[in-house]
């Protein structure tokens, strides 16, 4: 594979810098590297992050390919900068098998876009009754060691304190999806003032942050580490901040959605902001950003949910819930992060690249940019505004809530193991 | 006045009056011989109902009649809606046949809104009651009642209901009509508390022009009008309230409590009451519960939303001014509102 000089990047949002990619690895960083035998892409003051890697990502296959494919799926991703994507177990069939993780893993190599790494499923076709084979799924050639139902809360406390004592002999991690069912029967959205208004049934904070409580403290006795998927309201950050005080081993994530929409807009009715959990208001927007800029919250991770055009054009009601998210993620980081003087771009690479991959063990991934390490790298231009236009998305699906919304920031380049994925926004 | 009648909270102090003036026109009209005006005369309006309920429906259908326009009724049971067809696909195959309107009934809320407002069809969307949303035309009835009643039939013209106190008790968390009279009477001027227990209070209430008790029997004595809301029996089984007749015996209005409202002092319900359960038998047959007449208004509000949206191809009644615009006559009651009996 030949050289690639990036040249004046500003690498982690720091000085300008040229980095040297010879290969699948990072040569050298430095002061005015030469580019004898190197093909020059001229950064002009970019900001160069680490390839960005999702935690919670939907591809939807196998079973739902008219919403997504792997092959769709790891385009938007490379679209969105990103080098690793974590894939949720909600398939049909159900990741719950060596098989069926295997096949995941197997297609995302082949298309060579991103890097996808199956997340199992703890409990048998997401039930909640009965233990997958969480052991199978790990020795399979994908290695899983994140496991989780999302989509379906663990809900069976004996379940999951089961689940997070048995992945210990092999270093795994379950990923909650906090949402205790009996007070979520019917939920539509948040519970509160625009619910009540709105007549739609009501999605409680608390049914949320009594998950958080009772796992943290599970986690706490049985000396096992839990994750939090889509963390959403201030509450549950107070949580996990007492459980990180008392050296509970949990960690947790928020979606780009819940950095900036709130439930003000489920006013139109447009099921476009129809999605679990579900987006709260402004008090807990503002408390989530704070809370991942203080790293009570480690990570940002999409809960990129593809859904077919039919599935949001009706009655509320009747909608799927989700949004996708790859390709708008790191511009809704940079407008309620960076632009508000909550991160700086270190930050950003830490919250989305270094912490996502340590968490989930993608080893070749969320690396320093430095000579010897892997080439997984993201090119951002920073300077960057415009307004969202999905007739652009790689991904199969349209279901995102910024349609129209002017973003800041734009990935021109993706690197994965040095192949470029993404050149000047256009996919390879 | 809008295109469209969603919410009741759209609706402004103006507005809600001229729609209960015109309902005043409208209602001399059934006291004639022959119950039938011209005003939507060659006009089409499609009753949509995903739920049942037939005494909305036919008294939605009992106002486009006497209104002379085309009605057809859509009922989602046994159509294609239950074979897997979406929303948007019933309403443009309606309005391909030709529909000026919708008056639409459906279980999810917001679902006439997004009618309305997601460029699917063009015609006018009357909401009939969407969910546990709203349910306009039963606020505007509610407080066409309470006027006529608290206020005057001729003394009302032009009036709203400020000062006057109206109680609403029951399932207020499921209840659309309790959200529409809300919102309509706080706009019309009205004094509004609910009561019901704390399990069938909305969390978020605080923000409703509203007060809020938990205590029938502190209210009745400041009522000018306390409302009855149904309550589904079924509520019992999700922990609503522990017994029906628990529920009864703090919530229901029987005649010891009636006793205790002023002497003008008005019953309402929007039907259909559960006798024994909110409401006795005593007071929903008494000479102060006003639940028959209601149903009987419900047809001149809803001929007074038709007219007012739909501004007929000819004024309400004879003499047509060829200078009335469909505009003035859509938005302010002109002198074509009048009945020849007047003139």
């Known amino acids: 594979m030949s050289k690639i000089l990036i040249r004046g990047a500003k690498v982690l949002g720091g000085e300008p810098q040229d980095v040297l990619i010879d290969g699948a690895v990072i040569e050298a960083v430095g ?42 799926g790891t385009r938007a991703a490379a ?50 009754k009965k233990l997958a084979e969480l052991g199978a799924m790990h020795e399979s050639a994908a290695g899983v060691t994140v496991f989780s139902d999302d989509g379906k809360c663990v809900d069976d406390a004996v379940i999951m304190r089961r689940a997070l004592e ?30 009540a208004e709105l007549g739609l049934g009501g999605w409680p904070a608390v049914a949320e942050e009594s998950i958080i409580a009772r796992d943290v403290l599970l986690a706490e006795h049985v000396g096992s580490r839990v994750h939090i998927c889509h963390l959403s309201t201030a509450g549950s950050v107070e949580i996990v901040r007492w459980a990180k005080s008392r050296g509970i081993d949990v960690t947790a994530e928020v979606t780009p959605h819940h950095l900036l929409l709130t439930d003000e807009l489920v006013r139109t009715y447009n099921p476009v902001y129809k999605v679990n959990p579900p987006l709260r208001t402004e008090r807990d927007v503002l408390a989530l950003r ?33 949004m996708v998210g790859l390709e708008t993620a ?15 771009w270190a930050g950003v690479a830490d919250r989305m690249s270094f912490k996502p991959a340590k968490i989930g063990q993608a080893r070749d991934h969320g690396r320093p940019v430095s000579a010897g390490e892997p080439a997984n790298l993201t090119l951002v231009d920073t300077a960057y505004r415009g307004s969202v236009d999905p007739a652009g998305f790689a991904s199969r699906s349209r279901n995102t809530p910024y349609e129209g919304r002017e973003l800041p920031g734009r990935v021109t380049h993706t690197w994965l193991r040095g192949k470029a994925t993404l050149v000047d926004g256009k996919l390879t | 006045m809008q295109r469209h009648l969603i919410s009741a909270a759209d609706l402004t102090r103006d507005d809600a009056v001229l729609i209960l003036d015109t309902a005043e026109e409208m209602a001399r009209v059934a006291d004639r011989p022959i119950k039938k005006l011209p005003t939507l005369r060659g006009r089409t309006v499609v009753n949509l109902f995903f739920e049942d309920s037939t005494r909305t429906r036919i008294s939605f259908e009992a106002a486009e009649k006497r209104l002379s326009a085309d009605v057809i009724n859509f009922s989602a049971k046994g159509s ?37 407002t997601s460029g699917w069809i063009d015609a006018a969307v009357i909401n009939a009651g969407d969910g546990t949303h709203q349910h306009p035309t039963q606020a505007l009835l509610d407080a066409f009642t309470a ?99 628990e529920y009864s015996r703090r919530y229901g209005l029987d005649g010891d409590r009636m006793a205790r409202m002023p002497e003008h002092a008005i019953v309402m319900h929007p039907g259909p009451m559960v006798r024994g359960m909110e409401i006795t038998a005593e007071v929903a047959d008494s000479d102060r519960c006003t639940v028959v007449e209601q149903v009987a208004n419900g047809v001149s509000i809803r001929m007074a939303v038709l007219y007012l949206l739909l501004g007929g191809n000819e004024p309400a009644v004879a003499h047509p001014s060829p200078t009335t615009t469909l505009a003035s006559r859509r938005f302010a009651p002109t002198p074509a509102f009048r009945t020849t009996e007047e003139k």
């Not at chain 1, 795994?172 to 939920?187: D, F, I, N, S």
């Not at chain 1, 790191?330 to 700086?344: A, F, H, K, P, R």
């Not at chain 2, 391909?96 to 809104?113: C, E, K, Q, T």
Request: charged share 25%; net charge negative; hydrophobic share 40%.
């Open chain 1, 290 to 322: 704070e809370a991942l800029a203080d790293g009570t919250i480690d990570i940002v991770a999409t809960d990129h949910a593809p859904h077919p055009h039919e599935d949001k054009d009706c009655e509320w009601a009747a909608a799927a819930m989700g």
């Open chain 1, 330 to 344: 790191l511009s809704v980081v940079q407008e309620t992060m960076v632009d508000t003087g909550l991160l700086d």
């Open chain 1, 79 to 128: 679209s969105g900068g990103y080098t690793a994507v974590f894939a949720m177990a909600n398939t049909f069939p159900v990741a719950d098998t060596a098989g069926v993780v295997e096949q995941v893993w197997r297609l995302g190599r082949e298309h060579g876009y991103c890097d996808v790494q199956p997340i199992g499923a703890v409990t048998v076709g997401l039930e909640g």
């Open chain 2, 147 to 245: 006027r006529r009643r608290l206020v005057g039939r001729d003394a009302g013209l032009g009036q709203d209901l400020s000062g006057r106190r109206i109680t609403i008790v029951g399932d207020v968390l499921h209840s659309r009509v309790a959200r529409s009279n809300v919102d309509l009477l706080h706009t019309l001027g009205a004094e509004v508390t609910l009561v019901a227990p704390p399990t069938l209070v909305p969390v978020g209430v605080e923000t409703w022009p509203c007060d809020v008790s938990y205590d029938l029997d502190s209210t009745l004595a400041k009522s000018d009008a306390v409302m009855m809301l149904r309550v589904q029996r079924e509520r019992m089984n999700a922990a609503f309230f522990p017994t029906e007749r």
């Open chain 2, 80 to 116: 294609s809606v239950s074979k897997g067809e979406s929303l948007k696909d019933t309403a443009q195959t309606l309005e391909a046949m030709g529909v000026d309107a919708v008056v639409i009934r459906h279980g999810a809320s917001g679902a006439p809104y997004r009618l309305a």
């Open chain 1, 31 to 72: 002061s005015g590297l030469s580019d004898e035998g190197a093909e020059v892409v001229e950064a002009g003051g970019k900001v160069l992050l680490p390839g960005l890697v999702d935690l919670h990502t939907h591809l939807r296959e196998p079973g739902r390919e008219d919403s997504e494919t792997v092959l769709t």
């Open chain 1, 166 to 195: 048995y992945v210990k002999a092999f270093g795994g991690v379950v990923a909650q999806h906090a949402q205790e069912p009996r007070l979520t029967e019917g939920a539509q959205m948040n519970e509160g003032i625009v619910s």
